[in-house]
Each structure stands twice: as C-alpha cells, then as structure tokens.
C-alpha cells in the first residue's frame, strides 16, 4: 500500500522562505506567508480587524462603551463631563491641564496658567536693552534699525549702518570725516590726485569727479582718456576736409577758393582775375575752371586749347568764290576778289593788266597806266599807327629816275597817306586808327619821269582791316 510523503514535513520542498508549504495528497502548495499587525488577523490570506468589542476581548471600565476601531478600541466614558473636563478610568470628571495637553494654548509673549476647567493667558514682562525693542509678539527682544527707522544722528553726506543694539556713520564715497567740525567734507579728487585721473581736464563733482576734453577731442569709454574727434566725418567742409589732430582743415579743388568763414568754396573766375591773357579770343569761365573759345566763323581752337588758328577757307576748299572769282584768305574769313582788266587792257597774269597800244590821236589812252596791278594786304585793328603798308618803285630803276605818287582812289575817309621815300621809292601809310574791321580798295598811281617821258603805273590794293581780339 503506498502512502504519501508529506515534503513539507521532511524538507523537500521548494517553497521559498517568503512562503509556508502546505502538503496535499501526492504534492505540496507554497502559500505566501503574510504577517498581520496587531488588532488583525489573517482570514483567507486577508489581514481583517478584530472587534475587540465583539470578542469582549477590551478592557473597558463599568462606566464605559466600547467603540471599535481599526486595529483597536475607544473606552467612551457612558456620562460625558462638562468643558475643562474629562472622565478617568472610573468615570470621575476631572480637571484638564490645557497648559500641557493643548500645542502653544498661548501665543508667544503670553505664560499659560492653569484654571479649573480651563486656563489663563498672562503676558509676559519683558526689559530690553538700549539698542532693541520688545517684538510684535512680545515674546524677545529684537534689534531697533535706527537708520531704517530714521532715529540716527547721521549728518549730511553720511551714511547710516545698522549694527545690534546700535549704528555706524560713514562718510559717503568721495568724502572724508572732518573731525573738527564733525561733518563729512567732498575730496576734491582733482587736487589731491593731479593729472593721474584725466587725460585733459578734470572736474570736480560732490562725491566724485568728471574728466572732459578739450575742443576737437571726445572722452573715451574708459572715462578717463581724450580721443581725436573726426569733425569730417559730419562733412563740415563744402568740398575737401582733412582731419588734424585737434580740428580739421577744410581745403578746395583746383579752380576754386576758400572763402573768410573757412568752410565755403567760392570758383576763381580765372577769366576776371588772370594777370596774363590766358585766352587769345575769348575766355569762359566754368565751374573750377575756364575755357577758351573762338569766333563762332573763321577760326578753330588750336591744340593748347588757348590760341584760335585761322581756317584757310581758300585752302580748304570752304568758300563761296564763283569760278572767275579768287579767293583770298583774311583772318577768321575770306573773300572773293574780281581781277578784270577795263577796255583796251589785256591780262597778262592773275593780278595783272597791261595797255594795248594807243592810238596816236589819243591822248587820253596815252596819259592811262601802262600797268595795272592788283595787291591784296592784310592788318589787324590794333595795328600800330601811322605804319607803313605798302612800298611802289620801278623796277629796275636807272639813275635820273624820278615819281610821283598818290592816292587817285578809294582814300575818302583819309584812311591813307602817301610818302616819296627817295627819287625812286613811295610809299603809303595808314595814318588812321581803324577801329572795326573794314575792307578798303585803294588806287596808287606812281608817275615816272624817265628821260624826260612821264608814264604811269596804277596798284589797286586791297587792304582788309581784321580784328585784332583772336
């Protein structure tokens, strides 16, 4: 018959020491072992209370009730007892001391004292100190702040320290106790440290002192230092500023001037204030500079930009001049010359006619110029008067030669004048100032007595008066 073998008994179980083997028919069961406090039991593995008031298990008096609690009881007494009171073990009221069952019956300042059935709250007397004051609660003395509380005898430019039970005067930073007259005196920081505070100027302030710079400088970050102002960065200069140390200079492009008030830049009318004539014709002036100009015809600036050179409009081809015409170059112009020959002459070249033989009988044809040449003469207005202009004389001329000459033509104004040189030579002079351009034809006639023949020689000459401004 076999029987079962009880593992819990005999050890050979493998519960763990948390938990209690149970030994069952063929096995074991581990169960977790549980521990109840006191006033529980274990009831299906649950700790449940006990009613000690059930099991009669309390040990409440006659006079009073048992009230179950969790994991206890209350003994109330049957008869309750009025306030101040409480019941002992035998139901007797007795007095409560609230004095050292009640958590500070009093609040602090206050001495508890015990009545019948209740208590008393005394305040206590409490003597402090100069220099502190009884607390809000009456319970210590404390600290009386007399700088906070404004009862110090700090004077004027100190200040008030609290200390326990008293306070301090101190002189304020920048001051210094005169014990003579029991004030605190500003340091004059500037005297007694000179020159090691600022760069430049210091200026004593109640307390402390102030650094500042003199014109053309601002205080550095440090407070202490001077730095170079640019004044050009606020551009107070009309055209070129150049920063110096300390200030600034205000200077002018070429072509212009800086007016008295030293910031201005006025232009230099080169035009109007050359010593020398910077231009031949015209000057211009223009902002920081002048330029020089021409006649608006007849002339072309030359390469220095000064000069004005005449334009050959016969060379070049610019005229007008009609095919029978020539043209003739004059400054700043040109004109157009007819060389004709008049009845019984012939053109023997470009600037000259000569007489076809004469008839006997004609005494006017014989008394005519054999030769008629033209010249062309060119002067300007300011030519210095009188000035010889042209020269006339045979050529060749032989000895025993003798002329005479005049102006027949073209001298109404008395422009000209004629002059014999020698027995040979004339000559004619502008006597006049011409003032304007002008253009004169004038006729020579030279009379040569040769071997006792007279014969006569005409020069037309042109003489053109240009002005004398370019």
């Not at 334009?311 to 400054?331: K, V």
């Not at 007489?355 to 062309?376: F, K």
Request: include cysteine; aromatic fraction near 10%; charge should be negative.
């Amino acid at each position: 018959m076999c029987e079962d073998v009880d593992e819990c008994a005999t050890n050979t179980h493998s519960c763990r020491p948390s938990e209690q083997c149970v030994n069952t028919v063929g096995s074991f069961i581990c169960e977790l072992q549980v521990t109840c406090p006191a006033g529980f039991q274990l009831r299906n593995s649950v700790c449940k209370d006990i009613d000690e008031c059930v099991l009669q298990t309390h040990n409440c008096g006659m006079g009073f009730v048992c009230e179950n609690t969790a994991g206890s009881f209350l003994c109330n007494p049957k008869h309750k007892c009025i306030s101040g009171f409480t019941q002992d073990s035998h139901g007797n009221c007795i007095d409560i001391n609230e004095c050292s069952s009640l958590s500070e019956p009093c609040g602090s300042g206050f001495n508890c004292i015990n009545t019948v059935g209740s208590y008393t709250c005394q305040q206590k007397i409490i003597m402090c100190n100069p220099g502190y004051h009884v607390s809000p609660d009456g319970a210590m003395c404390v600290d009386t702040d007399e700088c906070q509380m404004g009862t110090h005898r700090c004077g004027v430019g100190q200040i008030c320290h609290n200390l326990p039970g008293t306070y301090r005067c101190d002189c304020q930073t920048g001051y210094q106790y005169d014990a003579l007259r029991k004030v605190c005196s500003d340091v004059n920081e500037c005297w007694r440290y000179p020159g090691r505070l600022c760069a430049q100027t210091c200026e004593n302030t109640p307390g402390s002192y102030h650094c500042s710079c003199t014109a053309g400088f601002s205080l550095a970050f440090d407070g202490k230092n001077c730095e170079d102002v640019n004044e050009c960065d606020k551009n107070p200069c009309g055209q070129e500023c150049a920063n110096i140390y300390s200030s600034y200079q205000c200077y002018c492009r070429q072509g212009y001037y800086l007016k008295e008030d030293g910031h201005t830049c006025e232009d230099i009318d080169e035009c109007s204030q050359s010593i020398g004539n910077l231009c031949t014709f015209k000057c211009v002036n223009v902002a920081g500079s002048y330029q020089c100009a021409c006649p608006a015809n007849g002339y072309v600036m030359s390469a220095n930009g000064r000069t004005c050179k005449d334009i050959d409009e016969c060379t070049t081809a610019a005229h007008n001049c009609s095919y029978g015409q020539t043209c003739y170059n004059l400054q700043g112009g040109f004109r157009c010359l007819s060389f004709a020959c008049p009845h019984n002459y012939k053109k023997v070249s470009d600037i000259r006619c000569e007489r076809i033989s004469c008839p006997s009988n004609s005494l006017d044809c014989q008394n005519s110029p054999v030769r008629i040449t033209y010249y062309q003469l060119s002067f300007q207005t300011n030519i210095i008067i009188p000035a010889q202009i042209f020269r006339i004389g045979p050529s060749p001329a032989y000895s025993g030669d003798h002329i005479v000459i005049g102006i027949i033509k073209g001298n109404e104004e008395g422009y000209f004048s004629t002059r014999k040189l020698n027995s040979f030579t004339g000559a004619v002079y502008l006597q006049r100032q011409v003032r304007e351009p002008k253009d004169f034809l004038i006729d020579v006639e030279m009379k040569l007595l040769r071997q006792g023949t007279f014969t006569s020689f005409l020069a037309r000459i042109y003489v053109f008066i240009t002005s004398s401004a370019v």
